[in-house]
C-alpha cells in the first residue's frame, strides 16, 4: 500500500467511530456554566474578562462566530477540553477514488475525441 493512501485509510479509521453530540442551542460555554451552577459573573472573573464580554462570547458562540482559541480559553476556564474535528460524510479512500474516475474519464474522453 502506498504512503498516500496509508494516510487516508489511518484518517479514516481514527474518525469512523467519532461522532460529537449536537451543540446546544445556546452553545457549549453556557451549557456547561449553568450545568455547574456558576454566573456569568463567576466565569467572567475565572477568564478574567468583564461580565459582559463573557456573555458576548456565549452569544458569538451562539451565533457560530467564536475563535477556537476564545474556546479553548473559555474552556479552560470551565476545566474542560476542547475536542475539534472534521467527521467526513463519507470514506475519505472513497472520495479520492471517486474523483481519480472522474479525472480518468475526462483523460479517456480527450483522448477519444482526438482519434475520431
Not at 48 to 68: M, Y
Not at 99 to 112: D, I, M, P, T
Amino acid at each position: 500500500m502506498d504512503i498516500k493512501k496509508l494516510r487516508i485509510t489511518q484518517v479514516d479509521k481514527a474518525v469512523k467511530s467519532a461522532s460529537a453530540p449536537p451543540r446546544p442551542l445556546n452553545g457549549w460555554i453556557q451549557a456547561i456554566r449553568t450545568a455547574l451552577g456558576m454566573t456569568t459573573r463567576q466565569l467572567a472573573e475565572r477568564m478574567q474578562i468583564s461580565q459582559s464580554t463573557l456573555v458576548a462570547l456565549e452569544k458569538s458562540e451562539a451565533n457560530d462566530k467564536i475563535t477556537l482559541q476564545s474556546l479553548r480559553r473559555a474552556a479552560n476556564a470551565l476545566d474542560c477540553d476542547v475536542q475539534y474535528t472534521f467527521i467526513p460524510r463519507t470514506p475519505l479512500l472513497k472520495k479520492v477514488e471517486d474523483r481519480a474516475q472522474v479525472l480518468a474519464r475526462k483523460h479517456v474522453e480527450r483522448g477519444w475525441h482526438s482519434m475520431r
